[in-house]
């Protein structure tokens, strides 16, 4: 069956770096348009970024030019590459293979608090 296994989240000071990491198995990961989306406490799921054959990429405004994402389809794995890091960016972050985040995985907690 599909599994999306997050990991990367951690406690971090506005302005600091983290990088996540999704590993996926149980479809073919490489033909998939893959997302990352957020949910802050109190708020709904957020889409914060996609990929597709590691060209066509898109970011929300939010988050434009201090995330990265990037995929390695031969370890079937998703990264988000996040700088900059305010408090705002706190929340669970989830790789998801639809936009709205409804086929996700566990999730990652991310804390941006000094």
């Known amino acids: 069956q599909v599994q999306l296994v997050e990991s990367g989240g951690g406690l971090v000071q506005p302005g600091g770096s983290l990088t996540l990491s999704c590993v996926a198995s149980?479809?073919?990961?490489?033909?998939?348009?893959m997302y990352w989306v957020r949910q802050a406490p109190g708020k709904g799921l957020e889409w914060v970024s996609d990929?597709?054959?590691?060209?066509?990429?898109n970011y929300n405004i939010a988050v434009k030019g201090r995330f990265t994402i990037s995929r390695d389809n031969a370890k079937n794995t998703l990264y988000l590459q996040m700088n900059n890091l305010e408090p705002e960016d706190t929340g669970v972050y989830y790789c998801?293979?639809?936009?709205?985040?409804?086929?996700r995985g566990q999730g990652t907690q991310v804390t941006v608090s000094s």
């Open positions: 149980g479809f073919t990961f490489s033909n998939q348009r």
């Open positions: 990929i597709y054959m590691g060209a066509a990429i």
């Open positions: 998801a293979r639809d936009r709205r985040g409804r086929d």
